[in-house]
């Protein structure tokens, strides 16, 4: 059992940078997979990046080469630093974990909302 919190969100320009955090109750050491997921309104669901508990990284094509995550085990978290920020980018971010490789539950944060307008 684990408790994701976000927080980081906001309103932002286009062009500018945001970074998001995801804290966890408990230690992440043992959970193989956390990440976030971003959904805007009338979209689906969006896998924006993951990163598992031996460094492996992947990210959305609409992100690349300006969004990265990264993972601190000794804090218990997980970050999303964005950059380069567009209009569309523009989402409610969810931070979610699964604890093993090949099992299918997930825990998820209360989301945080990232907006870009001039």
């Known amino acids: 059992q684990v408790q994701l919190v976000e927080s980081g969100g906001g309103l932002v320009q286009p062009g500018g940078s945001l970074r998001l955090s995801c804290a966890a109750s408990?230690?992440?050491?043992?959970?193989?997979?956390m990440g976030w997921y971003r959904q805007a309104p009338g979209q689906q669901r969006e896998l924006v990046a993951r990163i598992t508990s031996s460094g492996n990284t992947n990210y959305a094509d609409s992100v690349k080469g300006r969004f990265t995550i990264s993972r601190d085990n000794a804090k218990n978290t997980v970050d999303l630093q964005m950059n380069t920020l567009k209009p569309e980018d523009t989402a409610v971010y969810y931070c979610?974990?699964?604890?093993?490789?090949?099992?299918?539950?997930?825990?998820w944060g209360q989301g945080t909302q990232v907006t870009v307008s001039s």
């Open positions: 979610y974990a699964n604890p093993l490789r090949y099992g299918t539950g997930a825990y």
């Open positions: 408990r230690s992440i050491v043992s959970i193989y997979t």
